[in-house]
Structure formats: structure tokens, C-alpha cells
């Protein structure tokens, strides 16, 4: 066989193989709220991992946003306030859950307006999966979930 040929037959096999695919690591529904251009806006989400070893979210970003923060609610006193954290983890069989009053990601200072319908995209950088990049649905600025309309629809 020439030369040519092994090297043909060798892109061919290679071709042929799967990709290396990342941790798996599964979106589910994911949302964010409606906001002024300028302000901030929270993104939420479930993170399931399906894999056999811990990963944790290091990092986000979206084009939407200067900025974009790991966040969590912390009782101080009396009074709830956010503050950031270095990581969220994502252990198997256990869904990391991103929801208002608990971790989420803040989306400090907007580059535009978002509005209710569109969807904007946001990277999350893992640990061991890398980056994974999710179209995010924007919801009311009153939602309370992912499909609401605001905190009281359906009541």
C-alpha cells in the first residue's frame, strides 16, 4: 500500500470513531428573568450529572452580560442576602438545583434589555466537562419558574 493510501485509509478510521464526548452532564430547564439593559438579572436551572465522579460549575458567562456570577442566599441575622461562591457542585445522582432564594447566577450589568420570550445564551464552565453552552429562555420579571408568566399564574 503507498503512502497515499494508508494516510487516506487512516483519515477514514479516524473519521469513523466518535467524538470525545464531555462529562454528561444535562441542562434542565433553564430560565432567567426579565430585565432593564444596565441592571441585573438572575439566571436558574437543574444541573444533572450522569457520570460516576463529582464535577463542579467554576464559572458562567454569557454576551448579554459584563459579568456573570456563581451566587447563593445566606441568612445573615435575620436577613437573606446573596454572596458569591467559587463553585457549585454537581455530583452524580444528585441534581445540583439552581432556584430563586438558593444558588443561581447573576447577570450583572446587561448589556441589553431581556425580554420575556427570547432566549439568551450562557456558558457554563465545568471542572472536568468543560464549557456546555445553554439557551436560556427569558421569563416575566416576576416569574417564579421556568414557563411562568409571573409568581401568581396558575394560582
Known amino acids: ?75 445573615d441575622g435575620a436577613v437573606m442576602r446573596m454572596r458569591p461562591v467559587t463553585a457549585i457542585e454537581v455530583n452524580p445522582g444528585e441534581p445540583a438545583v439552581l432556584r430563586p432564594g438558593g444558588l443561581h447566577l447573576m447577570l450583572i450589568d446587561l448589556a441589553r434589555q431581556l425580554r420575556p420570550g427570547e432566549t439568551i445564551p450562557v456558558t457554563l464552565r465545568f471542572e472536568r466537562a468543560g464549557d456546555v453552552t445553554v439557551q436560556v429562555p427569558v421569563q416575566p420579571a416576576g416569574a417564579a419558574g421556568p414557563g411562568q408568566g409571573g409568581p401568581h399564574r396558575g394560582h
Open 1 to 75: 500500500m503507498t503512502t497515499r493510501r494508508l494516510l487516506l485509509a487512516a483519515a477514514a478510521a479516524a473519521l469513523a470513531l466518535p467524538a470525545v464526548a464531555q462529562a454528561p452532564l444535562v441542562v434542565h430547564e433553564p430560565w432567567a428573568r426579565a430585565a432593564m439593559a444596565g441592571r441585573t438579572s438572575a439566571a436558574y436551572m437543574t444541573i444533572e450529572n450522569t457520570a460516576d465522579t463529582l464535577d463542579r460549575l467554576v464559572a458562567a458567562s454569557s454576551p448579554i452580560a459584563r459579568t456573570v456570577e456563581l451566587h447563593t442566599h445566606i441568612m
